[in-house]
């Protein structure tokens, strides 16, 4: 499997550390049981900061977020044992790891802004392909949604090229129910003054 992120962890705080080893009920477990709500999956929620803020936000779905950048994962885990939080499960990883484990498929499936890996001899990191789409439509219910956010017109381009280039998922006129508050790299995007593009995919007909 081409990884996808780079190793940075961060430089983990004692807060970070107490956080990221803890045993917290917020951490996936496959024998966890989420039979309410809309699952949500937000694939590298980042630093955390508005991921959390969305999870609060949208509490009328379940949220899953995997992202392997430690410090970003210790401060959701923060997030959750202060807050007194519901709705939210996290993975310290990969999320290709995760979707392998997990036995049931996800209402809405969110990517922002993923890594963009401008240079030529790194585009074959890009986590979305038309493999990873294919993939991503056999976790995704009947009538479920993908969001996929990006400023990098590069990455518009290839997105646009991996979706033909496959048949499982089509871009649906649909509305994305989750809302979102600006990351970090959303701010960047518009300071750049950079065109931010929405994809929102369903499973073709
Ligand atoms: C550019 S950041 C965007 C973070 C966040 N979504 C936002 O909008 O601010 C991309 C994130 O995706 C994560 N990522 C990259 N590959 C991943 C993978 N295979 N599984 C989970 N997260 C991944 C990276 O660690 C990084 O934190």
Not at 21 to 43: A, G, N, P, R
Not at 54 to 60: A, G, K, S, T, Y
Not at 133 to 155: E, F, P, R, W
Request: proline share 2%; hydrophobic share 35%.
């Amino acid at each position: 499997m081409i990884k996808t992120f780079s190793s940075r962890s961060g430089r983990l705080s004692e807060t970070n550390k107490f956080y990221l080893y803890k045993k917290s009920k917020c951490i996936f477990s496959e024998k966890k049981l989420i039979t309410c709500k809309q699952k949500v999956l937000d694939v590298g929620f980042g630093d955390s900061e508005s991921f959390c803020k969305d999870v609060l936000e949208n509490d009328d779905f379940f949220f899953f977020g995997a992202e392997p950048y430690k410090k970003g994962f210790s401060r959701a885990v923060e997030f959750f044992e202060k807050n007194n939080i519901e709705n939210m499960i996290l993975f310290n990883g990969d999320v290709r790891d995760l979707l392998e484990k997990v036995k049931f498929s996800f209402d809405f499936i969110r990517i922002h802004f993923p890594d963009p890996w401008p240079k030529k001899k790194h585009m074959k990191r890009r986590l979305v392909t038309k493999e990873f789409l294919i993939y991503l439509s056999n976790k995704l219910s009947n009538n479920g949604l993908i969001q996929i956010i990006t400023d990098s017109q590069n990455y518009q381009d290839h997105l646009k090229e991996e979706i033909k280039l496959q048949n499982k998922l089509s871009l649906s006129i649909k509305l994305f129910p989750v809302t979102f508050t600006e990351s970090s790299f959303y701010k960047k995007a518009l300071i750049k003054e950079n065109k931010i593009k929405e994809f929102v995919l369903e499973k073709s007909s």
